[in-house]
């Protein structure tokens, strides 16, 4: 029996791992130039501002650094897909499954629970992607230092994790840990339950979930993506700002979530500095996600006869 449980356990871990990972870059490829761009404009220098906004941000990032500039840091999230998206796939439907009624396996949750499932999920998510978001927004923003007259510190991404872990330990590491968070227990939440709320109103009566047409998978993906910056997106600020402040925590301007939130609000232009970078990362939300959840049907799908 326990033999038995095992082997079903390590087959879904491998099912949501894989199809997690090709998921993962899938949105990778769609949707990081959007996110280079919202990350620049989310952290700029107030005083010394060196986009006037997204299409000047979109031209100068091509004039400076060519199409290559648009894809700045995509490393880290790329390799880092199949360690996050094994965790995040992996821990929602375990989650899921904890909260399935046992006497009716295979039954559809109640909607609630995919909310509380998400959310559960963006908790344990979080330990993985903040490494991942911390060294994609450090390469990101290198252009505005160099641009305000800073040093360039990192060749690439990987030079990036090295240098950080290397001379500021497991707490550089996780430097906005906190933050990020505080920004994925909500948004996950969101996220999977109008995923799975909207995969349900688009069921025909007495259809089956698994045969949604594509539109219909896209439809519910671009829907919970948009959801999830839409209604969650000030703290992603919050997460962007403090992970693009010093590594060294003595010439740190923010002491902590609350500390940064105030200052924010205080000296860069009261709540409106809360949407900095708004439109790219809506503009990005709905064809990302769409394509992220659709790859991810689809290669359960295809591996549910090998797993």
């Known amino acids: 029996m326990g033999s038995a449980a095992d082997a079903s356990f390590l087959r879904r871990t491998a099912k949501n791992s894989l199809s997690g990972t090709v998921a993962g870059i899938a949105v990778c490829l769609v949707g990081h130039p959007f996110d280079t761009l919202k990350v620049r404009l989310q952290t700029q220098p107030v005083d010394r501002p060196v986009y006037r906004g997204l299409s000047d941000c979109f031209f100068k990032t091509l004039k400076w650094e060519g199409i290559g500039g648009l894809y700045k840091g995509v490393g880290s999230p790329i390799v880092g897909q199949m360690f996050f998206r094994a965790t995040l796939f992996t821990s929602y439907y375990q989650f899921s499954n904890l909260l399935s009624d046992k006497e009716n396996p295979g039954k559809r949750l109640n909607h609630h629970d995919y909310f509380i499932a998400g959310s559960m999920t963006g908790c344990v998510a979080s330990l993985a992607e903040s490494p991942i978001d911390l060294f994609k927004t450090k390469m990101q923003i290198q252009i505005i230092r160099a641009k305000s007259g800073g040093d360039v510190q990192y060749r690439n991404v990987f030079h990036a994790g090295y240098v950080i872990a290397r001379h500021h330990g497991l707490r550089g590491v996780y430097q906005g840990l906190p933050a990020t968070c505080l920004r994925d227990t909500p948004a996950f939440g969101i996220y999977f339950g109008f995923y799975e709320l909207v995969k349900d109103l688009l069921t025909p009566k007495g259809g089956d979930i698994k045969d949604l047409s594509a539109w219909k998978l896209f439809t519910a993906g671009g829907t919970a993506g948009f959801l999830y910056w839409f209604l969650t997106y000030p703290t992603d600020v919050i997460k962007s700002t403090m992970q693009s402040d010093e590594l060294d925590k003595a010439k740190r301007k923010y002491s902590g979530i609350v500390d940064c939130a105030r200052k ?10 809360f949407f900095r970078g708004f439109t790219p990362c809506l503009m990005r939300a709905i064809p990302a996600n769409a394509t992220m959840l659709y790859v991810l ?11």
Do not use: H, Q
């Not at 924010?264 to 500095?273: A, D, I, P, Q, S």
């Not at 049907?297 to 797993?307: G, H, T």
């Open 264 to 273: 924010l609000y205080t000296n860069e232009g009261g709540w409106k500095r």
């Open 297 to 307: 049907e689809i290669s359960r799908k295809f591996l549910d006869p090998y797993m």
